[in-house]
């Protein structure tokens, strides 16, 4: 059973920087392609940014381009750089993984494993 859980979460101020880890277990995770998802209160869930089975493919949303990085960091770990951090980014963030090594898919049906998410909430 694959299990996700995302760590990092925080009270930040506009400007702030963060790391969000997602850990993952039950699987072989250099064939999953992870990605973020976040979720305001009263809005769908969106997608924030995935990164590929073998770590050479990344995608975006255009508001984390140059913002966010995200990362394979460690043995089945990936992480979430955030920088420049605004109220907009108030959220809960969800770690998300699928079976795969090549593509990084943006919609969230495409993605079979979730975590619990963490909440990260940034004040003006």
């Known amino acids: 059973q694959v299990q996700l859980v995302e760590s990092g979460g925080g009270l930040l101020q506009t400007g702030d920087s963060l790391r969000l880890s997602c850990a993952a277990s039950?699987?072989?995770?250099?064939?999953?392609?992870m990605a973020w998802f976040r979720q305001a209160p009263g809005k769908a869930r969106e997608f924030v940014a995935a990164?590929?089975?073998?770590?050479?493919?990344t995608a975006y949303t255009d508001s984390a381009k140059g913002r966010f990085t995200l990362s394979n960091t460690a043995k089945n770990t990936v992480s979430l750089q955030m920088g420049s951090l605004k109220p907009e980014d108030t959220a809960v963030y969800y770690c998300?993984?699928?079976?795969?090594?090549?593509?990084?898919?943006?919609?969230?049906?495409?993605?079979?494993?979730w975590g619990q998410g963490t909440q990260v909430t940034v004040s003006s």
């Open positions: 998300a993984a699928r079976e795969g090594t090549f593509l990084v898919p943006s919609t969230a049906r495409e993605y079979i494993y």
């Open positions: 039950g699987g072989t995770f250099n064939s999953y392609t």
């Open positions: 990164i590929s089975g073998s770590g050479r493919r």
